[in-house]
């Protein structure tokens, strides 16, 4: 089955700091990826899309420089939290669409990544 | 605009009896909605989708959800709640075109409580 990983699981890092969390899809190819963000006791809000060799397309209210998203090969997204705060603490979770699936409706989820600020 | 209401947050049944999770939703669209389960720590699993074919879609696990175009609805249900389905459940639309093609829309999640 299609299978998407991300790194680190957790992810504990100082007020100030950049950290990056990886996303990839393991057995197949994606053009598009999503960056989603879920608070405690909330549901995920999409942060961006991220496309393969092109800039990633943010929704409304997000940061494109505080959150940074590079989508450099077809099995790899990255987003970077650059100068974390403590607000930024949350769960960051990302998807793949298969290549070979043209509908949007094939859609895998990584398993997350928690980030906290100290 | 499109949005998606999960009408209970918290929901906690006995082991055995039915299960009923609400879901109605928004869309100027024909819609394409699922139904997600996150367990603990675990990624997002699709439970199951519908995309305009028939109304009563049947997903894994004993899951099935009624897509009811009147009161834009689409309620998850199972007739016999396990212990192994106790997780936070999400009902979700999807944008099918343009510049928003597979966007997701989440709704707010319900959490199921399965008691022995």
């Known amino acids: 089955g299609a299978v998407v990983s991300q790194h680190p699981s957790r992810v504990i890092c100082k007020s100030g700091t950049s950290v990056k969390i990886e996303c990839r899809s393991l057995d197949f190819q994606a053009t598009t990826m999503f960056w989603y963000r879920q608070f405690p006791k909330k549901s995920l809000m999409l942060m961006a899309t991220s496309n393969e060799g092109s800039k990633a397309t943010y929704e409304q209210g997000v940061e494109k420089d505080k959150f940074l998203i590079n989508h450099a090969s077809l099995t790899l997204s990255t987003l970077t939290v650059t100068s974390a705060h403590p607000e930024d603490s949350s769960f960051y979770i990302c998807?793949?669409?298969?290549?070979?699936?043209?509908?949007?409706?094939?859609?895998?989820f990584g398993p997350g990544t928690r980030l906290t600020v100290t | 605009a499109q949005s998606v209401t999960q009408l209970d947050s918290h929901v906690s049944v006995s082991e055995g009896t039915p299960v009923l999770l609400r879901c109605n939703y928004s869309?100027?669209?024909?819609?394409?909605l699922f139904w997600y389960v996150q367990h603990p720590n675990k990624g997002l699993q699709l439970l199951l989708k519908?995309?305009?074919?028939?109304?009563l879609v049947k997903g894994i696990n004993g899951f099935e959800a009624e897509f009811k175009k009147s009161e834009t609805s689409f309620h998850l249900t199972k007739p016999s709640a396990h212990m192994s389905d106790a997780a936070e459940y999400f009902c979700?639309?999807?944008?099918?075109?343009?510049?928003?093609?597979?966007?997701?829309?989440f709704g707010q999640g319900t959490i199921l409580t399965v008691h022995p």
């Open positions: 519908y995309t305009s074919a028939a109304t």
């Open positions: 869309s100027s669209y024909s819609p394409s």
């Open positions: 979700v639309l999807a944008n099918a075109g343009g510049t928003s093609y597979g966007k997701l829309t």
């Open positions: 998807s793949a669409i298969p290549d070979r699936a043209p509908s949007f409706d094939e859609q895998y």
